[in-house]
């Protein structure tokens, strides 16, 4: 597919009616303006947010969701993939129900992608579905996680275990929480945007490397653009297979390996990093089998380092990181479901990745294990 420049509202559809819009925005001010088209207006909304987020943006987005709803609650989670379970979402849960919340009241997600999965599994599942809206203030959860439909948390460590398709009612993203990240988590956000280019768009792909310096001094239009690209390539895919059917599956490239990393490395290293390691380690083996060229593969990899992504990692073996692949939901009837690169800006589904050749890929990655 080819992405346009830039559009600031985009509308997802399913089978020609439309679910939600994502708008795109360099502030909140006219989020209130966007909670009155939804029926916000005389409604009660609880704020879920984490503990890194709430001191920057809760007070602001309170205030500005109370110019027209009829009562504002928050709940302020424990930043941390560590602390995406269960036993946070009953926390939430009692919060709702101590308000009085019906099923009509509304719940906004406030975060990153944790937040965002988490409030959705708690929009899923209380009274049987309550509608809910993500505000989402990282990279990452920008031009991927808030878009789709796909809640859950983690159990006993392994990763989006339980969980539920849900449709946000609205994505409100603005650009510009986007300067207070973390050089690292910035860098996470964009392993997911390299993704979407590498197996859809190679010409998006090239405008990233292109304007790699804009991207990385963080300049308004260069973000509005980048999350608006990145949000068409992923609303292309979720209109066409919404509940990951089909389709959907490419966009796990880079996940097969890289969340069996994450699990491995206990979470000690961001999912944006793990992705960028997976799709290297799937770029090695699409190289090997002859499906791209050797210079795709080192171009593939050498630019994770210019947007400050890794390119090998240590602490863990790689037999343990195959062996973690067995057990992600991702297989398929016993087989690991893999995404392979035809070319740059194609992709396809493959199932017969052999272990050794993960091990082969992981073992040209990982520091620990390299002749």
């Known amino acids: 597919m080819k992405t346009e420049k830039f559009e600031s509202l985009l509308t997802v559809k399913t089978a020609g009616n439309e679910l939600y819009d994502i708008v795109l925005r360099e502030s909140f001010a006219d989020l209130p303006e966007c909670l009155r088209k939804l029926g916000c207006e005389g409604r009660r909304i609880c704020i879920v947010t984490d503990s890194n987020v709430a001191p920057r943006y809760l007070d602001e987005v309170s205030a500005l969701a109370g110019e027209c709803c009829a009562q504002v609650e928050s709940y302020v989670l424990e930043a941390g993939e560590e602390h995406k379970t269960l036993d946070a979402i009953r926390g939430i849960y009692v919060k709702l129900i101590e308000a009085g919340f019906d099923r009509k009241d509304y719940l906004i997600a406030l975060g990153g992608g944790v937040v965002g999965d988490m409030t959705g ?69 964009m392993g997911e945007s390299l993704k979407h280019g590498l197996i859809l768009d190679a ?35 979720v209109e066409k297979d ?41 770029a090695y083996i699409s190289w090997q089998r002859g499906m791209i060229d050797e210079d795709e593969f080192y171009e593939i990899r050498d630019m994770n380092v210019g947007f400050g992504l890794p390119i090998s990692f240590d602490g863990v073996a790689s037999e343990a990181i195959v062996e973690a692949v067995k057990k992600d939901k991702k297989m398929d009837a016993g087989k690991v479901r893999f995404i392979l690169l035809k070319k740059l800006g194609r992709a396809c589904i493959d199932t017969t990745v052999t272990e050794q050749e993960m091990l082969d890929a992981l073992r040209t990655l990982n520091a620990d294990e390299r002749e």
Not at 211 to 228: A, C, F, K, N, P
């Open 203 to 237: 010409g998006f792909y090239e405008w990233q490397i292109d304007h790699m310096g804009e991207i990385g001094e963080r300049e308004t239009q260069t973000l509005l653009e980048l999350v608006s690209r990145n949000c068409q390539i992923k609303r292309y895919i």
């Open 242 to 282: 919404p509940k990951e059917k089909g389709d959907r599956a490419l966009l796990n490239f880079g996940h097969t390996l890289g969340h069996a990393l994450e699990k491995c490395k206990e979470f000690q290293m961001l999912h944006g990093e793990c992705v960028a390691i997976g799709f290297v380690a799937a």
């Open 121 to 189: 599994f708690a929009a899923a599942t209380f009274l049987r579905g309550i509608r809910f809206i993500q505000l989402p203030t990282t990279l990452l959860a920008q031009i991927d996680s808030s878009i789709g439909g796909k809640t859950g948390v983690d159990f006993d460590q392994y990763k989006n275990m339980v969980g539920a398709f849900h449709q946000p009612s609205l994505v409100y993203s603005n650009v510009a929480t986007l300067r207070t990240l973390s050089e690292e988590q910035f860098a996470s956000g």
